[in-house]
């Protein structure tokens, strides 16, 4: 063990699953029925990962900026520290460590344990997410280039699996339940408060379009290479979630799939029976292993990172070498385990999507600053249509964040009460200057 030099290992392929590992994991096969419930409309779901999408994008290109001019590890923690000021950086770390990993890789061990448990019933699911945290952590963490070949490996059979679904239920499905399930006018839906909150749903499951943003620092040839993997994978992805939405709602009536959880496995069984149903599952656990395993690939670079930076967290930059940060691996998956016997997926789900939108809200609007303050720094890609796209995602997230106020305080709390922690930690880790005589 020591405190090694990460190496530019990670190449274009590994970057470009990676984004859409980090994307197609827990959300978009366990929202929809929850999305459907609150807004009574399945046209308005649609919409609702349209609209999450275009964010994405938006999104996505000024990341795609950001971080070809600073292609350094560690996301949003190294971008805002030098945009803004260390302070801010280290409170979105924060943040990361808990609510941008921790918790979505406790959601999806639990819905992994719930989809394999439709497969095979009476396994236990608490120690079968328990397990697969466990053991992607020692992937990750044994050998880099092992974690990338699981990661490329897991994510191709996952995207080739979903296309076949898709393909099968618009061959298969029933355009008509798409229509006939509507609870409520389509209008007053999408331009509700509920609206606002189920975007922060499908933020949840669009989080994963900056992977490839925490990775920079180990990628080959960054400045090329990270903005084609944040554009090209956002936008297979979002083309994914539309059609994979549009065939839940075509293969069973709304009414059935209104506030599931395992929403997809309901789909393929309206498809193709229960057998049907137990395959697909099998697929989606399948699937769910590849999103856990980039949530540790990429979320403990970002506290390495940090470590890296102040004395005080040196411990967390340990690996062995060639591999990955053994200790920061180690307490973001025994953070994520602790949180999948404590909390619930709802929970998870609000509470991640709210804090999280805000965080990339910030680093967004960091390219208005960048720009203004340095404005001879070398950017070899420059955000598309800026500063409309800019301005898109930042209104959609504004949006988002008041109507989380709003309609869910206790969740907004829990989110403020972690930046409030995290705000104490930096006052204890940071450097402290000499004091004058």
Sequence with gaps: MEHAIPERRIGPWTAALLVVASMVGTGVFTTGGLLVRDLGSPVAVLVAWVVGGVAALCGALAYAELVAALPDNGG?????ARIYHPFAGFLVGWATFVVGFAAPVAASALAFSAYLDAVMPGIPRVPAGLALVAVTAIVHAVRVSHGSGFQNVFTAAKVALIVGFVGLGFAAGEPSLVLQGATRPLGSAIFSSAFAVGLIYVSFA??????????????????????RALLLGTFAVTALYVSLNYVFF???????????VEVASVASTGLLGDLGGRVTSAIIALGLVSFVGAMTMTGPRVY??????????????????????VVAIALQSGLAAVMMLTASFD????????????GSAV???????????EPGLVRPYRALWHPVTTLVYLALAVWMVIA?????PAVVLAGLGTLALGALVYLLVRPRSPRKR
Aim: glycine share 10%; charged share 20%; aromatic share 10%.
């Design 347 to 358: 929970a998870l789900l609000t509470y991640t999507g709210f804090v999280l939108t805000l």
């Design 404 to 408: 989380s106020v709003l309609e869910r």
């Design 250 to 260: 075509a293969a069973a009536p709304a009414a059935r799939l209104s506030g599931v």
């Design 206 to 227: 669009y989080s994963g379009w900056n992977a490839a943003a925490y990775v920079a620092g180990e990628m080959r040839e960054p400045a090329r290479n990270v903005p």
């Design 76 to 80: 949003e923690y190294q971008l805002l």
């Design 363 to 373: 680093t967004v609007a960091g390219v208005f600053v960048l720009r203004a303050r």
């Design 304 to 325: 390495e990172a940090m470590g890296r930076t102040y004395p005080r967290l040196r411990w967390l930059t340990v690996r062995r070498i060639g591999g990955g940060p």
